[in-house]
């Protein structure tokens, strides 16, 4: 797919919110500070402003980002984060040698990707044997999109990537589907979680519990896999 239709949507989303306060980063975040790396090379692709790599509990590690938005490529270089300007058009590699990341962090990306096979493949050659990957996605059967689609109301499905409500989501996930596709590709799966639990179409009424306890119910499937 060699469109970018990230470079001008990501620009558009100077004041999208802060990403800080979002249930599905603290649960990523909390998996990433329990690895307790230190003098590690630890990948976020589509690192966005650079909030996820920021907010690390260890700052004595090496980050690097890959960001399709000149934005959000220099708002990360302000936080310290070593970015790469690029986007992944399911033909080229990722800019990185063999066996160079400790962990590789992809947060609601994989859903924007065509080829997700080859996708995976190339997170596994820049991860060193035993890396770590902490990969994120949207839970096409969430209660919030279940109860839409009760209601006859699209499940926040994109018809076009060109609306301007879009975000450029091509595919979508259910927890068994996240789960299957990582095997695949010999990552082994050592958590699987989710971040929240949402009542209402914009998030605003939600609960992280019931999360905990109902996590295939959840907003986002958020999971932590390393390489067999």
């Not at 970018?4 to 949507?9: A, C, L, S, V, W």
């Not at 009542?199 to 499937?221: D, H, M, Q, T, V």
Request: hydrophobic letters at 40%; charged letters at 25%; one cysteine or more.
């Amino acid at each position: 797919m060699e469109k970018n239709i990230y470079e001008k949507m990501y620009d558009d989303w100077k004041n999208s919110g802060n990403l800080s306060d979002s249930p599905r980063i603290k649960v990523m975040l909390s998996m990433l500070d329990r690895m307790n790396m230190e003098n590690k090379n630890i990948l976020d692709i589509g690192c966005h402003d650079g909030t996820f790599l920021s907010l690390a509990k260890n700052r004595n590690n090496n980050f690097f980002g890959l960001e399709a938005s000149e934005w959000g490529a220099e708002k990360s270089r302000g936080k310290g984060i070593q970015v790469t300007k690029y986007f992944f058009n399911d033909a080229d590699k990722l800019p990185y040698q063999d066996s160079f990341f400790d962990a590789v962090v992809a947060g609601e990306i994989i859903e924007h990707i065509f080829d997700t096979d080859f996708f995976l493949e190339e997170i596994k050659r820049v991860l060193k044997p035993g890396g770590k990957l902490i990969i994120s996605t949207p839970n096409i059967v969430s209660l919030g999109r279940r109860l839409l689609m009760l209601l006859g109301i699209s499940p926040i499905i994109e018809i076009s990537p060109n609306c301007p409500e879009s975000v450029g989501h091509i595919r979508y996930f259910t927890f068994k589907a996240i789960e299957r596709l990582i095997r695949k590709h010999d990552f082994a799966i050592l958590s699987l979680q989710s971040d929240c639990v949402n009542f209402s179409e914009n998030g605003r009424i939600k609960s992280a519990l019931l999360a905990k306890i109902f996590p295939r119910l959840g907003a986002s499937i958020i999971c932590l896999a390393t390489i067999k």
